[in-house]
């Protein structure tokens, strides 16, 4: 008999709570006709070893090993490819997931007939359990973009636990994007439909074994993924949180600047009269600037071709020359197109024709730095290389 209900279950390094977590989904799913797929990345632990150990106890287990490709979402879209069930289940396989609410769930798509169902944290009667509060203050940011930007009505769409129909699944599929931990996010942002969705609070368990694989990448593919979703018809959404680190930089140079002045840090003379007198406070800010955004771009933006440790003084050079460059670059565009100006447009004043030609030169100069330091400095050989 093919089974109704498909729980796929995603596991690295788990192999203390994976006996626990399928014994107890198991047994909460009794009364349904299910499987259990263990999707692997081939855990250095061998969690795919224990795991079909316990195929003896729980007949409805199957197993995946993957030797190829690792993450969270596409571990999740492997087993989806090789799920039986009309209906998904993806769930946490750390016993961070309370599998109480699976029979719930389940009943919402054969009662309710929903699309998609979640387990909320953020919701009355949900909770996030013990969380450090920069966590709380990262998840609550990345809800509050989803819900703006994307219009996703739903409390948690974070959550790593949901149920989806399979014709939704089939619908969606060739549109998600499988970086990452956002597979919830992507099935909601990019279903063409308005699905039918429920939600069912629970608490969000602390983990006793193993450790939580979230990281920096995890956390920027999300805010890819956002825009992604809402501006990827558009843009390329990398530029997009390149910009957002650009203008996080103007702030920190005007601070610098402020700075310097309450410093009263003192003037240079350079001995070229169109450069004299230079503010030292300028100088500093921009310096600023330059150190936050490449700390940025480096742990940020570029995260997967960051550099560490003793490359980062050797990144940070390259970063430099290219915002030198780059100052270059806006300086003779300036000319050029001032100059161009000036000689086509007349009876327009001057002041009009410098601001435009500064806002040009200032948006060449943004898409040079950007194409060198996405190509250069952070170049795609650097990819995975730390
Ligand atoms: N196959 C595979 N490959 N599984 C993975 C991978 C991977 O690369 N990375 C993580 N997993 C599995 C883990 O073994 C675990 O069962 C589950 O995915 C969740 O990973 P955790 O590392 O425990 O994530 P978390 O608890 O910090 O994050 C939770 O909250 C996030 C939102 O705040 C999860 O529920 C996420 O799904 C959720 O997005
Ligand atoms: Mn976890």
């Known amino acids: ?90 769930m946490d396989s750390d016993l961070q997931h309370d599998e109480k609410i699976l029979p719930e769930m389940i009943r919402s798509f054969y009662e309710r007939d929903v699309d998609l169902c979640l387990g909320t944290r953020y919701a009355k009667g949900g909770s996030t359990g013990k969380w450090s509060w920069i966590r709380i203050g990262i998840s609550r940011f990345a809800n509050f973009l989803a819900k703006r930007l994307l219009g996703i009505p739903v409390s948690d769409p974070m959550s790593g636990y949901f149920g989806i129909k399979r014709s939704v699944y089939s619908e969606t599929v060739n549109e998600i994007n499988p970086r990452g931990f956002k597979i919830l996010l992507e099935f909601l942002g990019r279903s063409k439909e308005d699905l039918k969705i429920e939600e069912i609070p629970y608490t969000f368990q602390t983990r006793v074994h193993g450790k939580t694989k979230l990281n920096n990448s995890v956390i920027k593919n999300f805010f890819l993924a956002v825009l992604d979703i809402r501006f990827g018809k558009w843009i390329s959404p990398t530029f997009l949180l390149y910009s957002i680190v650009g203008a996080t930089g103007v702030v920190v140079n005007l601070l610098g600047f402020l700075l310097g002045e309450a410093l009263d840090f003192p003037e240079l003379t350079t001995g070229f009269a169109i450069l004299d007198p230079v503010s030292i406070s300028v100088l500093f800010g921009i310096e600023l600037s330059i150190v936050s955004n490449f700390l940025l771009n480096n742990y940020f933006t570029f995260y997967e071709r960051r550099y560490s440790e003793w490359k980062l003084p050797l990144g940070f050079l390259l970063f430099q020359s290219v915002s030198i460059f780059g100052i270059l670059v806006q300086v003779l565009s300036f000319h050029f197109i001032y100059q161009s100006l000036l000689s086509e447009m007349t009876g327009i004043n001057a002041f009009t024709l410098k601001f435009t030609s500064d806002i040009l030169s200032i948006v060449i100069a943004m898409f040079s730095n950007y194409f060198l330091n996405s190509n250069v400095t952070w170049s795609r050989r650097q990819e995975g290389n730390f």
Do not use: C
């Not at 061998?46 to 316990?54: G, M, P, V």
């Open 1 to 90: 008999m093919t089974p109704s209900v498909s729980v796929i279950l995603p596991t690295y390094n788990e192999s203390e709570n994976l006996p626990i977590a399928a014994d107890r989904i198991s047994r909460s799913l009794s009364g349904f006709n299910h499987e259990i797929i263990v999707v692997d990345d081939d855990s250095p632990d061998h969690t795919w070893e224990i795991a079909e150990n316990l195929q003896e106890k729980i007949p409805q287990l199957r197993v995946i090993r993957r030797l190829t490709g690792k993450g969270l979402s596409s571990a999740v879209l492997t087993g989806m490819g090789a799920a039986e069930g009309e209906v998904f289940v993806v």
